[in-house]
T-cell receptor, first 112, second 116 residues
Framework: QKEVEQDPGPLSVPEGAIVSLNCTYSNSAFQYFMWYRQYSRKGPELLMYTYSSGNKEDGRFTAQVDKSSKYISLFIRDSQPSDSATYLCAMRRNTNAGKSTFGDGTTLTVKP | DAGVIQSPRHEVTEMGQEVTLRCKPISGHDYLFWYRQTMMRGLELLIYFNNNVPIDDSGMPEDRFSAKMPNASFSTLKIQPSEPRDSAVYFC??????????????FGEGSRLTVL
């Protein structure tokens, strides 16, 4: 079993919809939780970063971490066609650098 | 800054040939990572370096794979001999360390390898 499991998708939604992307994990040592966005034929780019449990909001994006359930989510409000991409969750044990473990990614398409 | 630079962007080769992928990290970043991405296995960490020293190579699939970082501005990933199952996109990423850094990974655009 993988350390990080991500809802596989693909996901297709109309423009303006609220999108929920989710990951579960098995290693309780993970403390740092990230969401990366990857456009087609590009490398992933960091979208959101959260330490430990709680919520973090950045514009239309909200990241949630529930360490007791080993569950993280990314919500996208008022989704736009430009949000169409693959979203990868990632987790790390240690501070400031080191090995990150990624989920397999969920491909999102937002239709105008 | 130019970002992480990888070459070649695309490589098509025949089984048994040697493949060398190259990476130039962002200047000042002291961590360098090699990842492999496939539909079946997602994004897998192969190896990472800190200050040019390999720290964890447990993700390297087998002895056919090797990686070097001779200096802070250059790394190579070599596959010899290559096999069709090595076909994937190989990403290099770099990251700065330091108390006020998040450990964000800065990825290159990847090298798409096809082994026939």
């Amino acid at each position: 079993q993988k350390e990080v499991e991500q809802d596989p998708g693909p996901l297709s939604v109309p423009e303006g919809a609220i999108v929920s992307l989710n990951c579960t994990y098995s290693n309780s040592a993970f403390q740092y939780f990230m969401w990366y966005r990857q456009y087609s034929r590009k490398g992933p780019e960091l979208l959101m970063y959260t330490y430990s449990s709680g919520n973090k909001e950045d514009g239309r994006f909200t990241a949630q971490v529930d360490k007791s359930s080993k569950y993280i989510s990314l919500f996208i409000r008022d989704s736009q066609p430009s949000d169409s991409a693959t979203y990868l969750c990632a987790m790390r044990r240690n501070t400031n650098a080191g090995k990150s473990t990624f989920g397999d990614g969920t491909t999102l398409t937002v239709k105008p | 800054d130019a970002g992480v630079i990888q070459s070649p962007r695309h490589e098509v080769t025949e089984m048994g040939q040697e493949v060398t992928l190259r990476c130039k990290p962002i200047s000042g970043h002291d961590y360098l990572f090699w990842y492999r991405q496939t539909m079946m296995r997602g994004l897998e960490l192969l190896i990472y370096f800190n200050n040019n020293v390999p720290i964890d190579d447990s993700g390297m699939p087998e002895d056919r794979f090797s990686a070097k970082m001779p200096n802070a501005s250059f790394s190579t990933l070599k596959i010899q001999p290559s096999e069709p199952r090595d076909s994937a996109v190989y990403f290099c990423a770099s990251s700065p360390s330091g108390a006020y850094n998040t450990g964000e990974l800065f990825f290159g655009e990847g090298s798409r390898l096809t082994v026939l």
